[in-house]
């Protein structure tokens, strides 16, 4: 397996609730470095752009309004299968249904409030990473 790169943030629920480092603890136990992290408040555009393969969807709206409502923390995590490793970390979307352990299972308040949001495919990874860092501010 490779090491590769995957797009982390930690929504306004958790940061609302001080969870940062208790989220950032569990991604290092599984074995994922952060090799960027910044907290930002994230704009309407820069939400709506985020979640446009969403536009469509009757969420999107409460979506974007959510995304906004708080700080958040980007991040860009690096480690062997990163992708699908933090997918299992954090757990299905819908944390009644998360197994015990990963992040939702843990944190997350609903569906909606489910704390972090991960990227589903290494293209993705590069292309949301892109949406909030540039090269060098990634240290790897």
Known sequence: MATERTFSILKPDATERNLTGAINAVIEEAGLRI????RI??????????????AERPFYGELVSFMTSGPVVVQVLE????????????????PAQADEGTIRK????SVGENSVHGSDSAENAAIEIKQFFDDKDIVG
């Open 106 to 109: 843990r944190f997350a308040k």
């Open 35 to 38: 090799v960027a992290q910044r």
């Open 79 to 94: 480690g062997e299968n990163a992708v699908a490793k933090y997918r299992g970390v954090m757990g299905a979307t819908n």
């Open 41 to 54: 408040r994230m704009s309407d555009a820069q939400a709506k752009k985020f979640y446009e393969v969403h």
